[in-house]
DNA sequence: CGGAATCCGCCACGATACTG
DNA sequence: CAGTATCGTGGCGGATTCCG
């Protein structure tokens, strides 16, 4: 089964059927967190966005995805699976031809999905203008640090230069008692 | 820097604007998907999600979330601040106090990520149960197979069982010979 | 064609220690 | 308190091979 959800030992149960949705925050890193993790994954948004549209074989899947392993999209789609989000549907035929679509669940994380994206797409421009002004601030600091380096590096080989003549004279002056 | 955005070769570029939103499927490997792999992320989510209700200092938020990790959770804030959704203030006092919270644009996001975690605590019984009856098909698959092979072993055992003995009576036959 | 199994590189994450 | 730097490691993900 190579690597499954390996039901964690941090399930914290779902003992309280009713709480506070504005204090989701400290105890969700149970069951929520871990199903997040997965649907939010690269992959399963991509396999989930193309099936919404039509059922799909394998293969067909692969093609669109294109940057996918076949490894990966085997797994995803057994993920998505067990998660009881799209459905197998197997044609006994030669050769074999195995359909994936949306179940009426995976259905309605569709729309939601696509609300994420939409944020995304939407702010795409701030995000990357915030970026670069982000990036640009670090790189300037990073500059003065340098250039305030290389100041107190010149003003160290200064006084070592200073201190190194006087100790000639120095010992020069030792050296006759 | 350590590991930053990695601006990846894959940059597919905003060249085009106006794309056709029912097909952001192909070539969404370009900043939606990075963008939405930062914010999915699950580290992210638990600091959006908390900070909506109020700013927050660094430790502060390290009890809460409780299982992160300093590493993490400063790599988490950077990352947030570099995309403009959440804002760093500094206090310049003894000790040293910053305090982190959702800049408007991490106020947007907050809606629709509270979306998303609603849509995950209404549908998590119905995700857990078909998890559950996905593995016990598996189980039940496997268990089967077992049964199979465990028939085939007993099978074989029997045919070379009989095999040795006619084979020792045929050599006993020969011998004379 | 639709996978499952194996090998493996790589990096993301966690734990620890150190700085200011 | 609020981080950064360093190291060790698990597992994610890709490439390849084989099966039904």
């Given amino acids: ?38 649907i939010a994954d690269k992959w399963s948004l991509l396999v989930i966005a193309l099936l919404d549209q039509q059922s799909l074989r394998f293969t067909e899947l692969r093609r669109r995805i294109d940057g996918i392993s076949q490894r990966m999209l085997a797994r995803t789609l057994r993920h998505l699976e067990r998660d009881g989000l799209v459905s197998r549907t197997v044609h006994p035929s030669v050769p074999p031809r195995v359909d994936y679509e949306l179940t009426p669940l995976g259905a309605t994380l569709h729309h939601t999905i696509r609300a994420l994206v939409t944020w995304t797409e939407e702010h795409q421009r701030e995000i990357a203008y915030a970026r670069s002004a982000y990036d640009a601030r670090v790189a300037a600091e990073q500059e003065a640090m340098e250039r305030e380096a290389a100041q107190r590096d010149a003003i160290a080989r200064e006084v070592l230069a200073a201190g190194a003549a006087r100790v000639t004279r120095t010992s020069a002056d030792s050296r006759p008692r």
Same sequence: chains 1, 2.
Avoid: F, N
Wanted: charged residues 35%; hydrophobic residues 25%; contains cysteine.
């Fill in 1 to 38: 089964m190579e690597d499954g959800t390996s039901k964690s030992p941090g399930y914290c149960g779902d003992t309280a059927d009713l709480y506070d949705v504005l204090q989701w925050d400290t105890r969700q890193d149970c069951e929520v967190r871990q199903i997040l993790d997965r």
